[in-house]
């Protein structure tokens, strides 16, 4: 059976023009900016408008990405949005992306990993481009976390913003350097409760009661998810080097979900890599989920950063508890 390699072909990444700083964030809950930056590396975050929904950041970013690949929505085999939080539960975001973009007939699907999304669409995609199944697949990150979160309650209001990254992912071309070396996913549902949105679903629907008690609105447990996070990213990215016989020295970019400084430096000490070859880009967008690695890994290409040819590691961690890596050369 012929086994084809995947290339990112274009990215583009998209963020509200609307700021919330930790000084705006003083005004509103106990916190102060000194303690907010110490503890998470977060100064502002982006809030889309009222109006806006996660499909219209996702068309944005998509819009970039398709026009850097040279590729028309067309010419798209699937769209792949990773997201928790869409415009709605039925139909899926990726349908109504879909609609904005005019792509046709292709496949369209949501993927509901939290902030390990774009790591495991990633994976996903891999798989249909590699067995020849697809050739072309958008693959977006997109959130718009603030109206999940209570601005009463400290320890998630700090966190979380909005934003939508995404990447066209094709076949390469024979002779073509890129590809995806391997895809590492995993989950442990018996720890899911360290991270909730409670209400929205069958179990708490949407009621009078629920919004008195504040469960529309998302809950975690910080100290416990920072040590899980550490431990799960590192063995995840562990994992991929053992797969393909590598070392920490022959990445030259980790890309890890960009949800606390924090626990991206422990991710960096743990896998005995300098912080100068690890992509930090949460200080003026906080943590957007599914969002988060592909908005730091379009920037660090715009940028010049990351260059074809490169070795570059993806890891996530989310609700779930999700978490995984993608080892790629770029």
């Given amino acids: 059976m012929t086994s084809f390699q995947t290339r990112i072909a274009g990215t583009g990444h998209f963020l509200p023009e609307r700021r919330l700083t930790n000084h705006d ?3 509103m809950v106990d916190t102060n900016d000194q303690w907010i930056r110490e503890r998470t590396g977060i100064y502002a975050r982006r809030m889309a408008e009222d109006g806006i929904y996660t499909s219209d950041l996702a068309h944005e970013a998509a819009k970039i ?63 249909f481009i590699r067995t020849g199944a697809m050739k072309n697949i958008l693959l977006v990150g997109a959130e718009i976390l603030h109206r999940f979160v209570n601005y009463k309650d400290r320890e998630t209001c700090i966190l979380f913003g909005d934003a939508a990254g995404a ?82 020295g022959d990445v030259a970019w980790i890309i ?47 940028d010049g950063r990351i260059k074809r040819g490169q070795n570059i590691m993806l890891t996530a961690f989310g609700a779930g508890i999700t978490s995984g890596s993608l080892f790629l050369r770029y």
């Fill in 25 to 27: 964030l003083e005004k």
């Fill in 65 to 127: 990405a398709l026009e850097t690949a040279g590729i028309s929505a067309r010419e798209l085999d699937m769209i792949l949005v990773a997201t928790a939080s869409p415009d709605q539960p039925m139909p899926n975001t990726a349908c109504v992306l879909q609609a904005k973009l005019g792509a046709g007939n292709c496949a369209a699907l949501d993927i509901s990993a939290a902030c390990s999304g774009f790591v495991y669409g990633f994976g996903i995609a891999d798989q």
């Fill in 167 to 248: 990447a066209v992912l094709t076949r390469a071309n024979p002779g073509e350097d890129s590809k995806v070396y391997s895809s590492h996913l995993h989950a442990n549902g018996e720890i899911g409760d360290l991270f909730v949105l409670p209400a929205g679903g069958t179990k708490i629907p949407i009621s009078q009661k629920v919004v008195d008690e504040g469960l529309q609105y998302v809950r975690m447990r910080g100290r416990e998810i920072f040590k899980h996070a550490v431990r799960t990213m590192s063995d995840a990215c562990q994992e991929a080097l053992d797969k393909n016989g590598m070392k920490a």
């Fill in 256 to 302: 890890p979900h960009q949800a606390n400084l924090r626990i991206i430096e422990a991710v960096a000490k743990h896998f005995e890599i300098s912080m100068e070859h690890v992509i930090v880009e949460l200080e003026d967008t906080g943590n957007t989920s599914a969002a988060t690695i592909i908005v730091a890994m379009d920037r660090a290409i715009r």
